[in-house]
């Protein structure tokens, strides 16, 4: 891996700690509004989710499921682990990373565009893996 390669997948790492520290948070019921407000925007107005019930979801309906778990989560605890960048294009990157909540984790892909706002999620696709997620 090159300094650039290497530059790249920390960068799209924080993007995705980042993005999923402002879910914790919002599911603990103690993220600002703000917070969500700022993870709203960084879902391009044509994102897509394919969950891993195998749903299709638009960008509205990730963000009212999302708004609508405030609070739900006192002790939510959101873990990535082993991000890797896939392949990249001008403008994009094509990522994976493994998300675990509460020992239930989901092996994830994502379509992020960089520009000059920060970064914008596209595309996520999850999918639920097995496993404890416990470490040895």
Do not use: C
């Not at 090159?2 to 993005?19: N, P, S």
């Not at 925007?41 to 405030?70: I, K, N, W």
């Amino acid at each position: 891996m090159t300094g650039t390669d290497r530059d790249l997948t920390d960068a799209v790492r924080a993007e995705v700690v980042r993005h999923h520290q402002v879910i914790e948070q919002w599911l603990a019921g103690k993220a600002p509004r703000a917070a969500f407000d700022r993870f709203s925007a960084a879902h391009a107005p044509g994102f897509t989710m394919v969950a891993p019930d195998g749903r299709l979801l638009s960008r509205g309906d990730v963000l009212a499921e999302v708004e609508a778990a405030y609070g739900g989560r006192p002790d939510a605890r959101i873990e990535i682990r082993a991000v890797a960048v896939v392949t990249t294009a001008p403008g994009l990157v094509v990522a994976r990373y493994e998300e675990w909540q509460d020992d239930e984790g989901r092996l994830a892909t994502v379509v992020l565009q960089d520009g000059p706002a920060g970064w914008r999620w596209l595309h996520l696709h999850e999918t639920r893996r097995g496993g404890s997620g416990a470490r040895t």
